[in-house]
Structures are given as structure tokens and as C-alpha cells.
């Protein structure tokens, strides 16, 4: 699939406005309380309406390429909710976006912008901002699922590659597939090209991924017991 060149103008942003941050020497926090050399804040594109159309672009291009035309654009609450807008604006399409959880009162839905509570058997793209371990986007497939969609891809801007996404991806049934415009080499690589990070720093970024969840504790960076 030929996202190269959203893939490169993505990355150059990303790390330009803050979206993707990198560093190995003062590592991260994440909510899970490990240390990781990596942070990413996909809304920092929020900001700039340039960027949002080049993701709906780069999301067009993954359409045409895998010859899908879906009947309804759905988000993810709340990352996935701005691009999915974006997308089905632009591709004239019904929007949806799915909750983390249903809501404790009035009507009680999961999923918001269905019009008679349910897909009916509708092809349904699932647009998320980020794909970690992958749990949310595959909760948020299985409740399209569950309302009667059909959803064969869901789409991100960026994912760290993890395998436990993998993994996850891969339990599903009927299938999804996960696809997004930047991944974490990308990122490397031109972090790397733009002097963003030294040769040095890259190859310590790269072994980040072999074992994530330990590398913090491999570093000198414990995990933090978070309350």
C-alpha cells in the first residue's frame, strides 16, 4: 500500500507539534505506570486543520487501495471521534462513534449516530487515533458487531507494533484488520533523517520494542505503582 508519502509528512508533524515524543534518557510515564521512551498525543493535530485533512487523505488512499467502500464511518470515544468526522465529511458518508462503555441513563447506548439503534448489516470502518495493546479498538469492533455491522478494517494514525495488538487482532472472528499511516520505524526513521535523533539514540529507541514492558526496569527506569 502506497502511504509513504503521508507516512513521511505525518511523522515530520508529529514530531514537530509534540504528537509523537521521543526519549530514552528521561523516559515516559504511562498510565500503566511503566517507563517508556515513547508518548504519543495524536490531538495535538487537532489543532491544525491541515493536518486533519492529511489524515482523512492518507485514511482515502487506505480505502481505494483496499477496495473498500463502507457504509459508515465510526470513531472511537473520543480520540477516533474528530478524524472519523473529518472522513465521513469529506467521503459524504454516515458517521457513528462507539463508547467506551453504554450509558447509565436515558436510552443506555453504546454506540451514538445510529439512527434506529442498530447498523443492519451496514459495512462499518472503525477510525481510531492510536493502536497500543489494541483493547480498545477491539471492545469498539466487537459492540459494532454486536449492533449488527459489518467491519472488516479499523484504521489509526499511528501504532507502536506492538505483538499484544497483534495478538489481539488476530483472536477475532469474523476478522478485522488493523491499519494505520505511521508506525513506530517509521517514526524512528525519520526522527533519525531529520536529526530529530542521532544514530545512537535510535538503535536504544529500536530495542524498546523487543520487550516494552521491560525495558524501563532494563534501563534503570522501574515501573511506578500509580493508586
Not at 31 to 42: F, H
Not at 121 to 145: F, N, P, R
Not at 148 to 177: M, Q, V
Not at 189 to 212: H, I, M, N
Request: hydrophobic share 35%; aromatic share 12%.
Amino acid at each position: 500500500m502506497e502511504t509513504s508519502k503521508f507516512a513521511e509528512l505525518l511523522a515530520k508533524k508529529a514530531l514537530e507539534n509534540g504528537a509523537i515524543r521521543l526519549n530514552a534518557e528521561n523516559p515516559f510515564t504511562w498510565a500503566s505506570g511503566y517507563r517508556m521512551p515513547i508518548y504519543n498525543d495524536n490531538r495535538q493535530f487537532l489543532y491544525d486543520w491541515q493536518s486533519r485533512a492529511m489524515i482523512a487523505d492518507a485514511f482515502t488512499q487506505m480505502l481505494t487501495a483496499d477496495a473498500f467502500d463502507p457504509d459508515n464511518i465510526a470513531g472511537t470515544s473520543t480520540a477516533g471521534i474528530p478524524h472519523a468526522t473529518t472522513l465521513a465529511d469529506k467521503l459524504h458518508k454516515s458517521m457513528s462513534y462507539v463508547r467506551s462503555s453504554s450509558k447509565d441513563h436515558g436510552l443506555h447506548q453504546k454506540i451514538e449516530g445510529l439512527h434506529d439503534g442498530g447498523y443492519h448489516q451496514a459495512s462499518v470502518l472503525l477510525v481510531e487515533d492510536l493502536i497500543s495493546t489494541g483493547g480498545s479498538s477491539i471492545a469498539a469492533v466487537k459492540a459494532i458487531v454486536e449492533a449488527g455491522g459489518r467491519c472488516p478494517y479499523c484504521y489509526a494514525i499511528f501504532t507502536y507494533g506492538l505483538d499484544a495488538s497483534k495478538e489481539n487482532f488476530a483472536s477475532l472472528d469474523p476478522p478485522c484488520k488493523e491499519e494505520t499511516i505511521l508506525d513506530y520505524d517509521t517514526v524512528l526513521f525519520w526522527a533519525e533523517k531529520t536529526g530529530y535523533l542521532t544514530s545512537g539514540q535510535v538503535k536504544v529507541l529500536s530495542s524498546w520494542r523487543e520487550d516494552p514492558f521491560g525495558w524501563g526496569i532494563a534501563h534503570g527506569f522501574p515501573k511506578e505503582e500509580r493508586k
